[in-house]
């Protein structure tokens, strides 16, 4: 029987990965369907508003990253015990989230060395402002929210490994508790699985 | 009953969205909004999470991000939407419109005035039209676009364009289904009643 679950993004990890991480978490099985440049421009005026990732399920369509990804955590129990934690979650992935295009736009779209040492000048600040405010908001246990693993982790984790593994080893090394959180994700059994066993993608970011 | 305390500038901005919710919730707050030029000296000694307004502080808890506390006080409301994939469909089409409200706010806050009148032409022709084109297809003919009652998706659409038609008129001309969605936004007792008493502010 088909996966009840059925995920279309690009090859690669940037804005599908989040909900990836979410089904490998909760060791729930869904497609993960990879497409090329031609394939999205064959499928995207298909799509709900021309964007991926989407999901589908149920016959219903969903797009928007974040909503795909916070969804998905509603439906396996990962987005927070209270509706209080859930806003906590949400705050964190919201004040996040603004790094993912800039990571990209300086590592992959970025050429002309002195843009790059700009743009990195300007990643470095907001880096350190978002990550700054997240460590002083963070739980001390491993968890950004509360006592166990919900998605801002996950979206935490994500975006802190393009940082470590592609911009800037070292970076969580100046924020303690952030550093916990993304040890306790890369130490979780299911995700070291899955990281280990993940396309290397047609990009990498 | 929980108390709840809403601090932001004396904007309608970004805490909008939640003064509307409260109010079709009809659930009181304390809507306290700080001018600009106090925020300067208030900032370092204000207790706010993430160093940034709004926050809203829930029986001592200070939850930031504008959009994480909408979302709490819309579940507070019973305007998220009835099922998980309901809920998902409202923060889809909520997310949607934010990209074209971020280009909105670019072109109001442009001071540059030939630079403004350029981006107001170019969102007014370019950006403006495919998206509304877009919603009209979301929306249902009962003028709501999740299920069969209000949500804050469509409390969201109407502030956006709340904001919107002060600078584009009539934009929603010929938009059937938009203009229900509006209506049963306005319609709502609570949003009425807010509609009328609100503070008048430039933004």
């Not at chain 1, 996966?3 to 060791?27: H, M």
């Not at chain 2, 709840?4 to 500038?9: A, G, H």
């Not at chain 2, 969102?123 to 009652?149: R, T």
């Not at chain 2, 584009?168 to 807010?194: E, F, H, M, Q, R």
Request: some cysteine; hydrophobic content about 40%.
């Amino acid at each position: 029987m088909a996966p009840k679950y059925k995920l279309t993004y690009f090859d690669a990890r940037a804005r599908g990965e989040p909900t990836r991480l979410l089904f490998a978490a909760a060791g729930v099985e869904y497609e993960d369907v990879r497409l090329s440049r031609e394939e999205w421009e064959a499928l995207k005026p298909s799509t709900p508003m021309g964007v991926i990732p989407i999901l589908e399920v149920d016959g219903v369509t969903l797009c928007q990253s974040m909503s795909i990804a916070r969804f998905v955590a509603r439906e396996t129990g990962l987005d927070g015990k209270t509706r209080l934690e859930r806003a906590q979650a949400d705050a964190f992935v919201d004040e996040l989230e603004e790094l993912v295009p800039k990571l990209a736009g300086l590592l992959l779209f970025t050429t002309d060395e002195k843009e790059k040492e700009e743009k990195a000048k300007l990643l470095d600040q907001m880096i350190a402002e978002k990550f700054g405010r997240c460590e002083k908001l963070s739980g001390s246990e491993g968890h950004l929210v509360g006592n166990s693993l919900l998605w801002c982790d996950l979206v935490f984790y994500n975006i802190a490994y393009n940082i470590e593994e592609l911009y800037k080893a070292g970076t969580l090394q100046s924020y303690p508790k952030l550093a916990k959180v993304y040890d306790t994700v890369k130490a979780n059994p299911r995700i070291a699985k899955w990281v280990a066993e993940r396309p290397a993608g047609i990009v990498n970011i | 009953m929980p108390t709840y305390k809403l601090t932001c500038f004396n904007v309608r901005g970004r805490a909008e969205l939640i003064r509307l919710l409260f109010a079709a919730g009809e659930i009181p707050y304390e809507d306290v909004r700080i001018e600009w030029d106090k925020w300067p000296e208030l900032k370092p000694i204000s207790d706010t999470p993430m160093g940034q307004i709004p926050t809203l502080e829930v029986d001592g808890q200070v939850i930031c991000q504008s959009m994480a506390i909408a979302r709490f006080v819309a579940g507070k409301a019973g305007l998220l939407g009835k099922t998980n994939m309901d809920q998902a469909r409202a923060d889809m089409l909520l997310d949607g419109g934010m990209d074209v409200g971020k280009l909105f706010t670019e072109m109001v806050m442009e001071k540059d005035a030939s630079k403004k009148a350029e981006k107001k032409k170019e969102f007014g022709e370019k950006h403006l039209p495919p998206f509304l084109a877009l919603y009209e297809g979301f929306a249902g003919d009962n003028g709501h676009f999740v299920g069969d009652s209000l949500t804050w998706s469509d409390i969201g659409f109407f502030n956006m364009m709340d904001f919107i038609t002060a600078e584009y008129p009539g934009a929603l001309d010929g938009y059937c289904k938009l203009n229900k969605v509006i209506d049963n936004v306005k319609s709502n007792p609570g949003v009425a009643k807010w509609l009328k008493e609100r503070p008048v502010t430039n933004h």
